[in-house]
């Protein structure tokens, strides 16, 4: 069995990596998403593996085995202690980059050989008693068993074995006096810390002062007068220091591709595992969606939320609602409407975030669902206004849907937020029916977030979604987005009374 | 001493904070493409800029002040970019030349070796207002000029000289001490040394085991920087009062350059509005309760920065009036318009001419923009609530007097409800005797106004010529209901207009 990476089954599949976030990220919130999954992971590079959605219904049943192994906390332990282990090699290769003195770049990659060495074994031997079942792992597994017998990683071990014994063998002492110092073998003098102590004991009261001074220990820059004392050091130790350099010389290349790959690989599915645990801790759902993709368009998300939204809530502790969605048959775009601050972006953006990672092969929001394989993704939300774009917004909100249109095809996702509010409702109505129809021509799927009412009813393949109110309290939101027919009620003013900037509380508010 | 070049009797303070808004401001008006013109790229001309521009001075007296003297800048261009460089070559010398290291011995020297450069800039402003103070006449110039004259005689320069001779020690600096504390090392560990256990002739006959030496270059550093650490305890208090009288004429130099610099960046952008033709005028500043806002080719001046071309200038008689309501075709110029207004009210204030060729206008109280904005991302709220949010912000910090421009505001919701939330807004603001500028679409709140007479407002639209070509011109007239948003679906999704976006 041959192993080529962790996330993706062929190498045709790894193709060069995409560097720009897609068009739509920003919208759907998706930057704060990975931005979280791969924060404290910069050395990964990470990103890039979440900016390419796949297309290929098998290449993600590939990564959703990878991830069931992985929710086995077993070998999340096992492959995290690796991780770390290859990080702080990197950290010491890093450190043979960054000094100057010979004697002192060789220990140091000794270190990180020693690191490599133990992490590659351990994890091998972990792997081994660890039931896997994705086709990854056991790739991963038989290759790596291999490698670890091999005569040229053995050969690597014994040798770094031999050198540090030798190493440890070595002491000496300075001898500091007037503008010099020396350099001799250690002879057994004792402590004379310890003696002046013992010989003012009887002086001590109380808690005495702190006169030390904290010196950092960690990857201090050897100053020329420390070089100059190991320089002497591997003169009184020549045989040690000859084997410690060779060493270095022969292992230059030791690091194998595979493995470095995998090490890097594997991170963008722990971090993604170690991002859903707060969500799940807190009592959400998150599953591994069905794939409908070509001529199947039946889509559903049942508990769904906004991952980027629920981060926030789940960190004050409140209360994130999930919702329903249910596309069948004919049905093609759901057409949300009702009050404002009700969660009907955030419906949206839930929508757009389950089908892009739901294509990344990732778990998604909800406890049920199935999601569509798409070859593009469209979201349209409202922008600013910018002095640069001399054509006035409704031109350009136009031309922008326009490009849609004409690149959108039946297995497309396109999502739409509240556009067309910076014109007359009579405007909206007309611009809106006919780019509606254009889309259901289109036969693709999709969201739309609107004030239109008339949207909601255009006909058999748009459903109604509504954001619903307390019944008793206007003012307050249910979050809850419920199949139902659009009802024209957008409680607006009772948000300006909660605000207090009615005509009323206005009059109070204001000095005269 | 002191400046006084934007208040008759007080500094402008460049710490104070921007107003609560700047932020906001700046962003709706595009202000950064003001300050950036005024300031060609420099740092320091874009914070003077952007603090003296955002700060709204509603003084009549100060205005006309900082009036007289732009003008006396404008015609004297060369003499007060002379005194800015001065004042620049002062404020700049001391990062150069100041504060070399942390040791009383070197605040000292670095101290003295500034006051001597200070003295030579000094010197040359003197020159400057000896020979230049006839050419201005403001009073604010003529003020300064007198200062200098005063202030920076010949025989002041004679006494600060031999004292800067003096604190340069060349006899030795004479110095009593008392003992303090002091030690440092790191984590080897300290050991006694072994007492030798062989004898003479066992020495003689063993060879000592290997060791290797080294000895420090010939120079003593240690017993130097020993030498020179008491030394400076000596020089510490004469040190400080020199570093302090350095601080004291940087603060002049700094005051200077910071007063002057706003115009400088005023004289910048007069000079780059007058390359594309585009007419610039003292505006009349009224008194804070009258309501009059009326001009003559008022045009969006960061609209005219940031393009090649001249751009589209309106003219409205609209005293007495307590707002306009514009409205009309989308792409029409109506953002432009509304922005114009914001930029000249606040260039108006902080004592500059305006993008017009006539301009009269009340002072206001304080200038706010609520602009339609894109979704919050911080997603704590829907369009609308964020919508409503800034706006009980801004009635936290609204005040009688004030001028409030709304764009598109309150339309996150369907055109019913938007109108009756901005019908209540206005009809409240009005009465609290707060103008408003408000562009939008929100038809039944317009015909509201038009049909009950809230307050005095006049109407503007952007009007659109029979054949559907707009032509970013605002007329007064009634509001239509239509934004023309059929043409452009027509041009661009049946016509051959394809451009990529």
Same mark, same amino acid.
């Given at each position: 069995?041959?192993?080529?990476?962790?996330?993706?089954?062929?190498?045709?599949?790894?193709?060069?990596?995409?560097?720009?976030?897609?068009?739509?990220?920003?919208?759907?919130?998706?930057?704060?998403?990975?931005?979280?999954?791969?924060?404290?992971?910069?050395?990964?590079?990470?990103?890039?593996?979440?900016?390419?959605?796949?297309?290929?219904?098998?290449?993600?049943?590939?990564?959703?085995?990878?991830?069931?192994?992985?929710?086995?906390?077993?070998?999340?332990?096992?492959?995290?202690?690796?991780?770390? #282990?290859?990080?702080?090699?990197?950290?010491?290769?890093?450190?043979?980059?960054?000094?100057?003195?010979?004697?002192?770049?060789? %220990?140091?990659?000794?270190?990180?050989?020693?690191?490599?060495?133990?992490?590659?074994?351990?994890?091998?031997?972990?792997?081994?008693?660890?039931?896997?079942?994705?086709r990854g792992f056991l790739a991963l597994r038989s290759y790596l068993t291999t490698y670890v017998r091999s005569d040229r990683f053995r050969a690597l071990v014994a040798e770094k074995d031999r050198v540090q014994a030798k190493l440890a063998t070595v002491d000496y002492a300075i001898v500091i006096k007037d503008n010099g110092f020396t350099v001799r073998k250690y002879e057994s003098e004792p402590d004379y810390s310890a003696v002046v102590e013992a010989t003012f004991e009887k002086f001590k009261q109380g808690a005495p002062k702190d006169y030390r001074v904290t010196f950092s220990s960690h990857y201090p820059d050897m100053n020329h007068i420390e070089a100059q004392v190991l320089a002497f050091v591997a003169r009184l130790y020549p045989g040690e220091f000859g084997l410690l350099g060779g060493f270095r010389e022969r292992n230059?290349?030791?690091?194998?591709?595979?493995?470095?790959?995998?090490?890097?690989?594997?991170?963008?599915?722990?971090? =993604?595992?170690? =991002?859903?645990?707060?969500?799940?801790? %807190?009592?959400?759902?998150?599953? =591994?969606?069905?794939? %409908?993709?070509?001529?199947?368009?039946?889509?559903y998300d049942y508990e769904g939320f906004d991952l980027a939204l629920a981060r926030t809530l789940v960190a004050k502790d409140s209360i994130v609602v999930c919702n329903d969605f249910h596309l069948t048959k004919a049905e093609r775009i759901i057409v949300v409407t009702g009050p404002n601050q009700g969660g009907k972006t955030t419906f949206a953006r839930a929508f757009g975030q389950i089908h892009f990672l739901g294509a990344l092969g990732c778990l998604v929001a909800g406890n049920d669902a199935k999601i569509f394989l798409f070859d593009k993704l469209f979201t349209h939300f409202e922008r600013e206004e910018n002095i640069d774009n001399l054509r006035g917004k409704l031109e350009h909100?136009?031309?922008?849907?326009?490009?849609?249109?004409?690149?959108? #095809?039946?297995?497309?996702?396109?999502?739409?937020?509240e556009i067309f509010t910076s014109t007359t409702i009579r405007d909206a109505i007309f611009l809106s029916k006919n780019i509606m129809e254009r889309f259901l021509r289109c036969d693709l799927l999709g969201v739309w977030v609107t004030f239109i009412d008339e949207l909601a009813s255009f006909n058999q393949k748009t459903v109604s979604l509504v954001s619903t109110v307390v019944p008793e309290n206007p003012a307050q939101r249910t979050f809850k987005i419920e199949r139902r027919q659009a009802d024209g009620l957008a409680y607006a003013l009772a948000i300006a009374e909660k605000h207090h900037v009615t005509y009323r509380s206005l009059k109070e508010r204001i000095p005269s | 001493m002191k400046a006084l070049l934007m208040y008759k009797d007080g500094d402008?303070? @460049?710490?104070?904070?921007?107003?609560?808004?700047?932020?906001?401001? &700046?962003?709706?008006?595009?202000?950064?493409?003001?300050?950036?013109?005024?300031?060609? +790229?420099?740092?320091?001309?874009?914070?003077?800029?952007?603090?003296?521009?955002?700060?709204?001075?509603?003084?009549?007296?100060?205005?006309?002040?900082?009036?007289?003297?732009?003008?006396?800048?404008?015609?004297?261009?060369?003499?007060?970019?002379?005194?800015?460089?001065?004042?620049?070559e002062a404020d700049e010398g001391h990062r150069k030349l100041y504060w070399a290291g942390r040791h009383p011995g070197s605040i000292l020297w670095g101290a003295v070796d500034l006051l001597q450069f200070l003295v030579g800039v000094l010197k040359k402003l003197r020159r400057i207002a000896d020979s230049h103070a006839a050419a201005f006449e403001s009073e604010g110039f003529s003020t300064l000029f007198a200062v200098l004259t005063r202030e920076l005689s010949d025989e002041y320069f004679v006494t600060v000289e031999r004292h800067l001779k003096h604190l340069q020690f060349r006899h030795g600096v004479l110095i009593s001490a008392k003992l303090g504390r002091g030690n440092k090392g790191s984590d080897y560990v300290l050991r006694q040394?072994?007492?030798?256990?062989?004898?003479?002739?066992?020495?003689?006959?063993?060879?000592?085991?290997?060791?290797?030496?080294?000895?420090?270059?010939?120079? $003593? $550093?240690?017993?130097?920087?020993?030498?020179?650490?008491?030394? $400076?305890?000596?020089?510490?208090?004469?040190?400080?009062?020199?570093?302090?009288?350095?601080?004291?004429? @940087? +603060?002049?130099?700094?005051?200077?350059?910071?007063?002057?610099?706003?115009?400088?960046?005023?004289?910048?952008?007069? &000079?780059?509005?007058?390359? &594309?033709?585009?007419?610039?005028?003292?505006?009349?500043?009224?008194?804070?309760?009258?309501?009059?806002?009326?001009?003559? +080719?008022?045009?969006?001046?960061?609209?005219?920065?940031?393009?090649?071309?001249r751009v589209v200038a309106n003219d409205v008689a609209a005293d007495g009036r307590d707002a306009a309501i514009i409205t009309g075709a989308n792409r029409g110029g109506k953002s432009t318009f509304l922005r114009s207004i914001g930029v000249a009210q606040l260039m108006m204030q902080c004592g500059m001419f305006v993008g017009a060729q006539a301009f009269s206008a009340n002072v206001c109280s304080g200038v706010f923009s609520h602009y339609k904005r894109e979704e919050d991302p911080s997603m704590k709220s829907g369009k609308f609530d964020e919508e409503l949010t800034r706006m009980s912000e801004i009635a936290d910090h609204v005040k009688p007097n004030a001028l409030l421009l709304f764009n598109e505001s309150f339309a996150a919701t369907n055109d019913r409800e938007g109108s009756e939330?901005?019908?209540?807004?206005?009809?409240?603001?009005?009465? &609290?005797?707060?103008?408003?500028?408000?562009?939008?679409?929100?038809?039944?709140?317009?015909?509201?106004?038009?049909?009950?007479?809230?307050?005095?407002?006049?109407? @503007?639209?952007?009007?659109?010529?029979?054949?559907?070509?707009?032509?970013?011109?605002?007329?007064?007239?009634?509001?239509?209901?239509?934004?023309?948003?059929?043409?452009?679906y027509k041009e661009i999704f049946l016509g051959g207009r394809a451009e990529a976006v």
């Open positions: 069995m041959t192993f080529e990476s962790i996330l993706f089954e062929t190498s045709a599949e790894r193709g060069d990596e995409t560097l720009q976030p897609p068009d739509f990220f920003t919208d759907l919130n998706l930057d704060q998403i990975v931005e979280a999954i791969t924060a404290g992971k910069d050395d990964y590079n990470l990103k890039p593996f979440f900016f390419d959605p796949l297309t290929d219904v098998a290449a993600v049943e590939y990564r959703h085995q990878v991830f069931r192994d992985l929710e086995n906390p077993t070998l999340l332990e096992h492959v995290q202690t690796f991780a770390k #282990s290859m990080a702080r090699m990197r950290e010491h290769l890093a450190q043979v980059q960054k000094i100057r003195y010979t004697y002192e770049q060789d %220990a140091w990659f000794l270190e990180a050989l020693d690191v490599y060495c133990a992490a590659l074994t351990h994890l091998v031997k972990h792997l081994s008693t660890t039931p896997l079942t994705s230059r290349d030791y690091l194998d591709e595979v493995v470095a790959r995998f090490d890097r690989e594997v991170q963008f599915y722990v971090a =993604y595992l170690e =991002y859903i645990a707060g969500f799940r801790s %807190a009592g959400l759902s998150l599953c =591994y969606p069905k794939i %409908a993709h070509g001529a199947d368009k039946e889509i909100d136009l031309f922008r849907l326009r490009g849609i249109v004409d690149q959108a #095809s039946s297995s497309s996702v396109v999502i739409m937020n | 402008f303070d @460049l710490g104070r904070p921007l107003p609560w808004n700047a932020a906001a401001l &700046k962003q709706d008006l595009e202000l950064n493409t003001l300050f950036n013109v005024m300031a060609l +790229g420099d740092r320091f001309l874009f914070d003077v800029a952007q603090r003296a521009v955002l700060a709204s001075e509603c003084d009549l007296e100060t205005i006309r002040y900082r009036q007289d003297i732009l003008r006396d800048c404008l015609k004297n261009a060369g003499i007060v970019s002379d005194i800015y460089a001065i004042a620049v040394p072994n007492a030798p256990e062989r004898s003479w002739l066992e020495r003689i006959f063993t060879p000592s085991p290997p060791a290797f030496s080294y000895q420090l270059q010939p120079r $003593d $550093d240690a017993g130097a920087r020993a030498l020179s650490a008491l030394r $400076d305890q000596g020089v510490n208090f004469v040190a400080n009062a020199t570093a302090q009288s350095v601080d004291h004429i @940087l +603060g002049f130099f700094n005051l200077l350059r910071t007063e002057l610099g706003f115009y400088v960046g005023c004289t910048n952008l007069y &000079k780059t509005l007058a390359n &594309k033709d585009e007419a610039a005028c003292f505006p009349e500043p009224l008194a804070e309760g009258m309501r009059s806002h009326s001009f003559r +080719g008022l045009y969006d001046v960061c609209l005219t920065l940031s393009m090649p071309g939330i901005a019908r209540q807004i206005v009809s409240a603001l009005l009465e &609290k005797k707060i103008k408003v500028f408000f562009v939008t679409h929100l038809y039944e709140f317009t015909r509201a106004l038009w049909e009950n007479r809230i307050g005095c407002p006049i109407f @503007l639209r952007a009007e659109r010529q029979p054949d559907g070509t707009r032509t970013f011109e605002l007329v007064e007239a009634e509001p239509l209901e239509t934004s023309y948003g059929e043409d452009l």
